[in-house]
């Protein structure tokens, strides 16, 4: 396989394309799968072969379309014609499709337009797609119609053209940022582990995506994997690594299965494995299963669990980039990072650097969820504001409710109330606010949330999670945890107040690994914004009304 | 062992694992992965998962043999076995249910349907029922958000339920008026070319 390989393949993909006279894009990502879409796709490919339209007709299925409310969804391209997206196809609305848009004569053209959804809408016209571009596009289980969308040429760019170093240095000059949560500069971390002395070493994407609300990476993995091995790559050139793991969670079986079949096919044609694309570089990936324990985000406990140990964090330094993986230089970045990889190197860092904020370049990718009208996965440069991303992209709250707090960044994370709506969302400014960036849960609460509730939720969250290794996040979790259940079931006291805080900032400042670092931030941030419904509860020790008599949620 | 030695490769390793002294055919399972994994210790999680998915569960037994196997101490893998939740060491119920408790799913009344399903079938998030018909448990985010609230029920994935529907489609299932649906492949097109493959 080489570049002019690559350009047939594209052609090759492109002309069967067009042989088509209708492209059928069904969404076939967890959550359109789990409404419905698999029943839609049989009466499709039902339709199809009945009327003899195999030539005709292309059926793909896609990744993620986005709006995962308002599934499953269906895209219908034809030449010459806009592209229709359906919203909440089932069954029936598939046949109606299906004589509307494959049967070439029908006797009547049916009426689906309730079920159409315009793509002028906010929600796709205020994104910018990189990461997802090719989302809910193309057949993730193809790598033809990756290539065709340029895939893989990033890659033989680089093992051509460029150095080693010349590979980091745009990666820094591009102002990427690691897209985990913490935001450590990408290049420079490339650079670090390229210097470290090894005669092994090592490139780990942490798919291990723990934090409650939050699919990103699950998506980018099952809707377009090719990119995730591309950025893969192109880090092992850089750094001068032969051997590359996946580490991805094992709730995510979809996502597996596309990884390993994406895997396969590179290798077979020489994407991946030994000498990729006729060069001397040398790549192999493996996947390695997570088996459900949110710690193993942090970098030293993935390692661990990637060497099939417990999965609890060793104190840094030295960090990863000096002694990783069995003891070598490792070099480890979220999945989404690794997705962007291509793209720079693709159109060229000053491009990227000129999306998104000063400090914070590029786009990222948010799960918004929560009480939104349109919930979904969504993708917006960096600097956008909260407002934007609320009331424009997601529509508004529903049921005539107000707006009561955004959270961010998961159980590690933090609160934004209404007065900061008008935020730009980047690493900075949601730092300035005592929340974190995360890796991209977006989770929306109205005015029926209760804070201290929330708070206890995340830290029962952590309390179960925590590895035990060290006290102050073994112990300090369960003790917030009964002082939070106290203000929830309508018993606490001033004194239980000032315990609290005082314990955040212990567990804060003595934890070993960023869990328990991270642990008292959703405390912090409700006694920031919202002290008064903590107080109140005091005041009147009752339990809050939007709780039941259990102190559970209604 | 004449037998063992054949050229036929495949062959050879299904004489030797007809051999497996326990006789339970899901071992051989196991030591397909053992073998694919050369024996490396550091396979340890990949081996569990194995192990769990031919037996659905981790008996103490399977602990001790994927020790000697891979020789490690037993403490070491019931340490590993024990640390992760998706292993679990006891059986499951003829039916699961979990519930996902992830922060989107929570907002949504999920912890309702979790204290209603406690209630209606007597046992906590986590136990079996005492006949052995249903497991509840619950589920720090699927990554099914847009969909929350979100169960899964014997593998499938049901979203957008209430607490009272939840009920209803749980003792459904216990009752065993829902045939337990095969969740359809996702990808009928990646069977094929593994068949092709083989």
């Known amino acids: 396989m080489n570049r002019d390989d690559l350009q047939t393949i594209a052609q090759k993909e492109q002309e069967r394309q067009q042989q088509f006279r209708c492209r059928l894009l069904c969404c076939a990502s967890t959550a359109c799968l789990s409404s419905g879409s698999p029943s839609v796709q049989e009466v499709f490919e039902q339709a199809v072969k009945a009327n003899q339209l195999t030539k005709e007709v292309q059926l793909v299925s896609t990744g993620c379309m986005g709006l995962c409310s308002r599934g499953p969804m269906v895209r219908v391209q034809t030449p010459n014609e806009p592209e229709i997206l359906y919203e909440h196809v089932d069954r029936q609305i598939a046949q109606k499709i299906v004589s509307k848009h494959i049967v070439p004569e029908p006797e009547v053209t049916p009426d689906v337009t309730p079920h159409v959804l315009s793509q002028d809408i906010p929600f796709f016209t205020r994104q910018t797609r990189v990461v997802l571009s090719n989302s809910g596009n193309i057949d993730p289980e193809r790598l033809e119609e990756y290539i065709m969308h340029g895939g893989y040429k990033a890659l033989v760019y680089a093992l051509r053209e460029m150095s080693p170093e010349q590979v980091c240095d745009e990666i820094t000059r591009s102002g990427l940022r690691g897209r985990g949560g913490a935001g450590y500069p990408t290049g420079i971390k490339w650079g670090l582990v390229r210097k470290a002395p090894g005669d092994k070493k090592f490139v780990v994407a942490n798919g291990d995506e723990g934090d409650p609300g939050a699919y990103m990476d699950r998506t980018v993995m099952e809707s377009d994997p090719h990119r995730v091995l591309e950025g893969m790559a192109i880090a092992g050139y850089a750094i001068g690594a032969e051997q590359g793991y996946i580490y991805v969670r094992g709730e995510y079986p979809i996502a597996i299965k596309r990884l390993e079949k994406a895997i396969r096919t590179a290798e077979r044609r020489g994407l991946l494995g030994s000498r990729v694309f006729e060069s001397n570089f040398n790549f192999r990936v493996d996947i390695r299963i997570g088996a459900g324990a949110f710690v193993c985000g942090e970098e030293t406990a993935l390692m661990a669990s990637i060497m099939g140990r417990r999965g609890q964090p060793v104190p840094r330094p030295p960090y990863p980039s000096q002694s990783g993986l069995w003891g070598y230089p490792t070099l480890i970045n979220n999945v989404e990072t690794f997705a962007n990889i291509a793209p720079i190197i693709n159109n060229g860092a000053s491009w990227y650097a000129g999306i998104g904020t000063e400090k914070s370049k590029g786009t990222k990718v948010f799960a918004l969820t929560g009480k939104l009208n349109n919930t979904g996965l969504i993708e917006v440069p960096m600097g956008i504001t909260l407002r934007e991303i609320v009331y424009d992209i997601g529509g508004g709250i529903p049921n005539g409710n107000t707006f009561k707090a955004a959270q961010t960044g998961g159980p590690s994370g933090g609160y934004l109330p209404p007065e900061h709506l008008d935020t730009p969302v980047d690493f900075e400014s949601l730092k300035a606010l005592g929340s974190i960036m995360g890796s991209g849960g977006l989770v929306i609460l109205d005015n029926e949330s209760n804070m201290p509730d929330m708070a206890k939720f995340f830290m029962e969250f952590c309390m179960d999670e925590s590895c035990g290794k060290c006290l102050p996040c073994r112990v300090g979790t369960v003790q917030m945890y009964r002082i939070l259940d106290r203000f929830t079931s309508g018993t606490a006291t001033w004194a239980d107040l000032q315990k609290l805080e005082e314990l955040c900032l212990l567990v804060k400042e003595t934890s070993l690994c960023g869990l328990g670092q991270s642990a008292p931030n959703p405390v912090l941030s409700t006694l920031r914004y919202f002290r008064e419904e903590y107080e109140s509860q005091i005041r009147e020790n009752t339990i809050p009304l939007a709780l039941g008599k259990n102190g559970d949620k209604q | ?198």
């Open chain 2, 1 to 198: 062992m004449a037998n063992v030695i054949k050229d036929d490769a495949s062959k050879s390793a299904k004489a030797a694992e007809a051999e497996h002294p326990s006789g339970d055919p899901r071992f051989k399972l196991v030591d397909r992965a053992l073998k694919r994994l050369q024996y490396q210790q550091d396979a340890l999680i990949e081996v569990l998962h194995t192990a769990q998915e031919a037996f659905g569960y981790l008996s103490e037994d399977l602990l001790i043999y994927t020790a000697h196997q891979l020789k490690l101490p037993l403490s070491w893998v019931y340490g590993v076995a024990t640390f992760y939740h998706f292993f679990s060491l006891k059986p499951l119920g003829e039916h699961t249910c979990i519930v996902c408790l992830g922060t989107a799913c929570y907002v949504k009344q999920a912890g309702e349907i979790v204290s209603k399903l406690q209630e209606e079938f007597g046992i906590e998030a986590g136990q079996t029922t005492p006949d052995g018909k249903l497991s509840l448990s619950t589920a720090r985010c699927l990554g099914s958000c847009g969909l929350a609230p979100v169960l899964v029920l014997d593998g499938n994935v049901v979203g957008r339920e209430g607490p009272a529907s939840t009920v209803e489609r749980v003792r459904a299932l216990v009752a065993g008026q829902i045939a337990p649906v095969e969740p359809k492949s996702a990808s009928p097109s990646l069977e094929l070319e593994e068949a092709e493959a083989l």
